[in-house]
């Protein structure tokens, strides 16, 4: 398996955007989540292995995007109009039907002030 690797993380203030990249094969889907401290992993957004085909959470709905550049074997995850319940560990995760396709990421912290 091919470990996905996220960059991106930081520290902004509430309603500011941040960009995170997931760099994974162009043959695998991708898929983030967060953890907040102390809570589960959460499902966030995910895009196909085409790229064609898009979801999100209903708590990101409207202010997150995901996009894969297949050329280059990254997937972003655009936030905007962050809030501090957004704060969390966003890892990614491949998707698909290959089997190298199903690994996690180291994540990358994400913090959102008031």
């Known amino acids: 398996q091919v470990r996905p690797v996220e960059s991106g993380g930081g520290l902004v203030q509430a309603g500011e955007s941040l960009t995170l990249v997931c760099t994974a094969p162009?043959?695998?889907?991708v898929a983030w989540y967060r953890q907040p401290q102390g809570k589960q992993r959460e499902y966030v957004s995910s895009?196909?292995?085409?790229?064609?085909?898009?979801t999100y959470s209903d708590s990101v709905k409207g202010r997150f995007t995901i996009t894969k550049d297949k050329s280059k074997g990254a997937v972003y995850l655009r936030m905007t109009s962050l809030k501090p319940d957004d704060t969390a560990v966003y890892y990614c995760?491949?998707?698909?039907?290959?089997?190298?396709?199903?690994?996690w990421g180291q994540g990358t912290q994400v913090t959102v002030s008031p």
């Open positions: 895009v196909s292995v085409d790229g064609d085909t898009t």
């Open positions: 162009g043959f695998c889907g």
């Open positions: 995760k491949t998707t698909g039907a290959a089997r190298t396709c199903d690994a």
